[in-house]
């Protein structure tokens, strides 16, 4: 992990400069597309100093009321102790009243102000946000599948005037135990994008040492506030696209022979623990041995026949749960609350300590290939787990921090490659850990109200370094409970919901996916292969080009759609570098009209 944390990427041919004020410091972005100049004023406080303007324009604040947290309480009001600028970096020293210290430096990076905060003695309880104020005409557009807290929807943006602005914590240098998110909604013209980072009591009474980066960045272009992640692209993209992921019992193995009957001809075959467990209730993580019902010798024989019809052979792994009677147990190695209880994971189970993961994913990979080689595996939980501390035992490296589970899983997630073959996970932190796993489900819950859009995101940071499946790993992730119900039949064409589910795949440009309880009738199964398959092979291991939206008259790039609210229209159209193109009507009651390679064509809603 290098410096540039989750810094979004800066614009082309962008020059800074930072220089002395009166108050503190001005920082200057300038590129052809415009000058962003940020001020910091340190009299007005670590935080509420911060505003910015936009060629000359009217100022705004994104962090009004935030600071440094004390154990419930607001933030701190402290007097300004020591200041310098040096090496565009402004270094700030504060006290309070009762001798609490803290500090704070400022630096700039493409269109991005850079904050770090620090205190020491761990009386520190966290770093509160604030608020965006004097953005006009503010509002909030969450980010599919950008997500950093646990609770809530994804992670909002600010949209007003003509700008963008994203304030968020760098999970690569930040030493918070969680983070507390909000439902964006403006109040009064103030607009909260998040509470605060949480540093939770150790095992001894004491809090970390508070350390935590914000990332405060504004463009009038949206792809320039996304942060970015620093994983590397997947080596197995160009192997999996061709496939369909199909989640089921490995030794059903007439559901692998009737699939491959009716000309499915590529399928990943994989074992949702059936070859471990009967109940989940026995334990299924850290597992390699079959349940005492089946021999080795007949798991082997499963594989080899779902090997002869040309399958994948996908076997099932949890490293996050381990239950007292696994073999490699040993409580030493398993995550503390921070009451000093043992923590508890899936009824029955223990989380591992952070650096134990991939340990135990060697341990049981080593046997899995060398019993029954798996072609793919499927991560069970794992990439459920993002910024949330889960031990807290006093001295143990990382204890208490959120960065130690994220570097924990995503070390999981390398060394299970390298026995399984390929990887797959449960996807709700999917962005922290795309390209280390080679696919997850890509499940997206917004908050009330909000549409599943803008593309961009998944698209323009996730799909060049792994695969999402769908839109999680079943219809209940994605649809109302009527419309599921009107799934289940095999007619054709199918009902709006069954378009509706895999339009909006198409658009997302994810790999088709079955199972996990969901098997409608063979017809259906089909249908979802056929339309799905051919475009995935295009799309699956190439990279976007442009993503525009149509507005009723015109397409629009993604600023203009989100700021003129045109994308809530639902009517997208993809472009890849290929040369394939994928249009979309999302809408959920109008048809839409499009010319497309010459030809005009009407799109009913959910059609492509």
């Known amino acids: 992990v290098t410096d540039r944390?989750?810094?979004?990427?800066?614009?082309?041919?962008?020059?800074?400069?930072?220089?002395?004020?009166?108050?503190?410091?001005?920082?200057?972005?300038?590129?052809?597309?415009?000058?962003?100049?940020?001020e910091v004023d340190l009299g007005q406080g670590c935080t509420d100093g911060i505003s910015a303007r936009w060629n000359g324009g009217s100022p705004f604040r994104p962090c009004v009321g935030g600071g440094v947290l004390a154990a419930d309480t607001k933030p701190l009001a402290g007097k300004l102790v020591s200041r310098r600028l040096a090496g565009g970096k402004l270094t700030a020293q504060w006290r309070a009243a009762d001798g609490k210290e803290w500090s704070t430096d400022y630096a700039l990076d493409?269109?991005?102000?850079?904050?770090?905060?620090?205190?020491?003695?761990?009386?520190?309880?966290?770093?509160?946000?604030?608020?965006?104020?004097?953005?006009?005409?503010?509002?909030?557009?969450?980010?599919?599948?950008?997500?950093?807290?646990?609770?809530?929807?994804?992670?909002?943006?600010?949209?007003?005037?003509?700008?963008?602005?994203?304030?968020?914590?760098?999970?690569?240098?930040?030493?918070?135990?969680?983070?507390?998110?909000?439902?964006?909604?403006?109040?009064?013209?103030?607009?909260?994008?998040?509470?605060?980072?949480?540093?939770?009591?150790?095992?001894?009474?004491?809090?970390?040492?508070?350390?935590?980066?914000?990332?405060?960045?504004?463009?009038?272009?949206?792809?320039?506030?996304?942060?970015?992640?620093?994983?590397?692209?997947?080596?197995?993209?160009?192997?999996?696209?061709?496939?369909?992921?199909?989640?089921?019992?490995?030794?059903?193995?007439?559901?692998?022979?009737?699939?491959?009957?009716?000309?499915?001809?590529?399928?990943?075959?994989?074992?949702?623990?059936?070859?471990?467990?009967?109940?989940?209730?026995?334990?299924?993580?850290?597992?390699?041995?079959?349940?005492?019902?089946?021999?080795?010798?007949?798991?082997?024989?499963?594989r080899a026949r779902i090997k002869g019809l040309g399958f994948m052979f996908g076997a099932y792994i949890d490293v996050t749960d381990q239950p007292p009677l696994n073999e490699w147990w040993d409580e030493n190695q398993i995550s503390i609350t921070a009451t000093?209880?043992?923590?508890?994971?899936?009824?029955?189970?223990?989380?591992?300590?952070?650096?134990?993961?991939?340990?135990?994913?060697?341990?049981?990979?080593?046997?899995?290939?060398?019993?029954?080689?798996?072609?793919?595996?499927?991560?069970?939980?794992?990439?459920?787990?993002?910024?949330?501390?889960?031990?807290?035992?006093?001295?143990?490296?990382?204890?208490?921090?959120?960065?130690?589970?994220?570097?924990?899983?995503?070390?999981?997630?390398?060394e299970t490659r390298k026995w399984y073959g390929s990887t797959v996970s449960e996807g709700i932190y999917r962005w922290m850990y795309a390209g280390l796993s080679d696919m997850d489900y890509a499940q997206v819950r917004m908050s009330d109200g909000q549409p599943r859009l803008p593309l961009d995101f998944d698209l323009l940071k996730l799909h060049p370094y792994q695969i999402g499946t769908m839109m999680g790993y079943g219809p209940t992730c994605f649809l109302t409970d009527d419309e599921i119900k009107d799934l289940n039949g095999g007619t054709v064409p199918g009902p709006t919901a069954f378009y509706k589910y895999v339009g909006t795949s198409l658009a997302y440009g994810h790999m088709a996916l079955l199972g996990y309880g969901y098997f409608p009738p063979i017809s259906r199964c089909v249908q979802y292969y056929a339309l799905m398959q051919g475009a995935q092979q295009e799309y699956l291991a190439d990279t976007v080009a442009g993503i525009a939206y149509w507005d009723g008259a015109k397409f629009l790039p993604t600023s203009q759609a989100l700021q003129s609210d045109a994308y809530r229209r639902g009517q997208v159209r993809v472009t890849y570098r290929g040369g394939l193109v994928v249009t979309v009507n999302l809408n959920e009651s109008e048809n839409w009209t499009v010319t497309q390679a010459g030809k005009q064509v009407v799109l009913p809603p959910f059609g492509w």
């Open 5 to 38: 944390g989750n810094l979004p990427t800066p614009p082309a041919g962008v020059k800074t400069a930072a220089e002395q004020t009166p108050a503190g410091a001005r920082f200057t972005s300038t590129a052809p597309t415009g000058t962003l100049v940020y």
């Open 110 to 302: 493409g269109r991005s102000l850079i904050v770090n905060v620090h205190a020491t003695r761990g009386w520190a309880s966290g770093t509160a946000f604030g608020a965006v104020e004097d953005l006009p005409d503010v509002k909030a557009v969450e980010v599919p599948y950008l997500k950093f807290s646990r609770y809530g929807g994804m992670t909002p943006i600010a949209v007003g005037g003509g700008l963008f602005v994203s304030v968020v914590p760098d999970l690569y240098h930040s030493d918070y135990s969680n983070v507390e998110g909000v439902v964006a909604k403006p109040d009064q013209g103030r607009l909260q994008l998040f509470k605060q980072t949480v540093y939770t009591p150790l095992t001894n009474g004491r809090r970390n040492d508070l350390h935590d980066r914000l990332l405060i960045t504004a463009s009038p272009e949206f792809a320039d506030v996304l942060p970015n992640h620093q994983n590397p692209r997947s080596p197995n993209l160009e192997r999996l696209a061709p496939y369909m992921f199909v989640m089921n019992r490995a030794l059903a193995l007439n559901r692998w022979d009737t699939f491959k009957r009716y000309g499915m001809d590529h399928i990943i075959a994989n074992d949702f623990a059936g070859i471990f467990v009967q109940s989940y209730s026995e334990g299924f993580g850290v597992r390699w041995r079959p349940h005492p019902d089946y021999t080795i010798q007949q798991v082997q024989e499963a």
């Open 340 to 414: 000093g209880d043992l923590a508890e994971a899936w009824p029955g189970s223990y989380c591992p300590k952070t650096d134990q993961m991939w340990v135990l994913a060697r341990k049981t990979g080593q046997k899995m290939k060398e019993l029954y080689p798996p072609d793919c595996v499927y991560l069970d939980v794992t990439t459920n787990r993002g910024t949330d501390a889960v031990d807290f035992e006093a001295g143990y490296p990382g204890a208490g921090m959120a960065r130690a589970m994220v570097i924990g899983v995503g070390d999981s997630l390398v």
